[in-house]
């Protein structure tokens, strides 16, 4: 199975602020890995997929890039409804494995 | 409007049987494969379980292998997930979501149903 590696597990930040979570996967998934938002009580909503795709209606300050096995989703300006639990996951092969999670709070 | 509703999830005793279900309106069901996440409380996303668009191929997590079952009725468009030998570490909120054609993305979620284990 593959595993999904994500850092950090938790940031603190400030509106406006330039954002970076990583994820790194165990093996290659080539383009299918796709990033979530959970906000507090809410169910998750798609981001980004394979890898760099803005899912439609998701404001462009997201964007993800890919090297190798690395991914990383960037928030360009931080905005208060962005103060959630973002999550990767690869799609490439099942299980399709999660990432542990980073939630981004308020500095 | 494309909606996903689960539903099913209480409390049952370790050893039980329960049965989600998740119905789907607003978009043409039987062209998209499903899948069943879940998030134990304070927890991360689990993936748990998928089933393609026809219903003849199906996944599993390590974790509810040989005790949950997905399955769905397209002419009803809904979707279940049979859970067997239910055990404590399966108290979770049970999501279901659909999975874009190209990629498994997961891009539409139900609200959740939570199911919780306790004798």
């Known amino acids: 199975d593959i595993q999904m590696t994500q850092s950090p597990a938790s940031l603190s930040a400030s509106v406006g602020d330039r954002v970076t979570i990583t994820c790194r996967a165990s093996q290659s998934i080539s383009t299918y890995l796709n990033w979530y938002r959970q906000k507090p009580g809410k169910a998750p909503q798609l981001l980004i997929y394979t890898a760099s795709s803005l899912q439609g209606g998701v404001p462009s300050r997201f964007s993800g890039t890919r090297s190798g096995t690395d991914f990383t989703l960037t928030i360009s300006s931080l905005q208060p409804e962005d103060f959630a639990t973002y999550f990767c996951?690869?799609?490439?092969?099942?299980?399709?494995?999660f990432g542990g999670g980073t939630k981004v709070e308020i500095k | 409007e494309v909606q996903l509703v689960e539903s099913g999830g209480g409390v049952v005793r370790p050893g039980g049987s329960l049965r989600l279900s998740c119905a789907a309106s607003?978009?043409?069901?039987?062209?998209?494969?499903m899948t069943w996440v879940r998030q134990a409380p304070g927890k991360g996303l689990e993936w748990v379980s998928r089933?393609?668009?026809?219903?003849?191929?199906?996944g599993y997590a390590d974790s509810v292998k040989g005790r949950f079952t997905i399955s769905r009725d397209n002419a009803k468009k809904s979707l279940f997930l049979h859970m067997n030998s239910l055990r404590v570490e399966d108290t979770a909120f049970y999501y279901c979501?659909?999975?874009?054609?190209?990629?498994?993305?997961?891009?539409?979620w139900g609200q959740g149903t939570v199911v919780t284990v306790s004798s």
């Open positions: 089933i393609n668009w026809k219903g003849d191929s199906t």
């Open positions: 607003g978009f043409t069901f039987d062209d998209f494969g």
């Open positions: 979501a659909r999975a874009s054609v190209v990629d498994e993305a997961l891009d539409i």
């Open positions: 996951q690869q799609s490439f092969s099942m299980p399709h494995s």
